[in-house]
Nanobody
């Protein structure tokens, strides 16, 4: 059974930093496509960053480029999202997600459906 469990959310002031973690279990890491998504109140869910095979940054939203970094620790079965220079607009519930694909271009498509999702973690940035 695949499980994704996010942690690390919280409240922070604008300009601050947070690191989100997603502990992944039961998911075979061959051709893995792992992503972070977020959903703000009243808005649609959007892709933040996607990582292909644990190494290739397949997608990064323009709104977070230069501020957020996605990374993978295969030894600890964890996906990370390092967030810095946080803004109030970054306030949202953040989700990690996973699927398999053998095609980088497919993994890079943030609109493509992901198979597995975590329960989400709240990030609140105050001005």
């Amino acid at each position: 059974q695949v499980q994704l469990v996010e942690s690390g959310g919280g409240s922070v002031q604008a300009g601050g930093s947070l690191r989100l973690s997603c502990l992944i279990s039961g998911f075979t890491n061959s051709n893995e496509c792992l992503g972070w998504f977020r959903q703000a109140p009243g808005k649609e869910r959007e892709g933040v960053g996607i990582l292909y095979r644990g190494e290739v940054a397949a997608y990064s939203a323009d709104s977070v480029k230069g501020r957020f970094t996605i990374s993978r620790d295969k030894a600890n079965n964890t996906l990370y999202l390092q967030m810095s220079q946080l803004k109030p607009d970054d306030t949202a519930v953040y989700y990690c997600a996973a699927r398999h694909t053998s095609v980088l271009r497919s993994c890079a498509n943030s609109a493509a459906p992901f198979t597995y999702w975590g329960q989400g973690t709240q990030v609140t940035v105050s001005s």
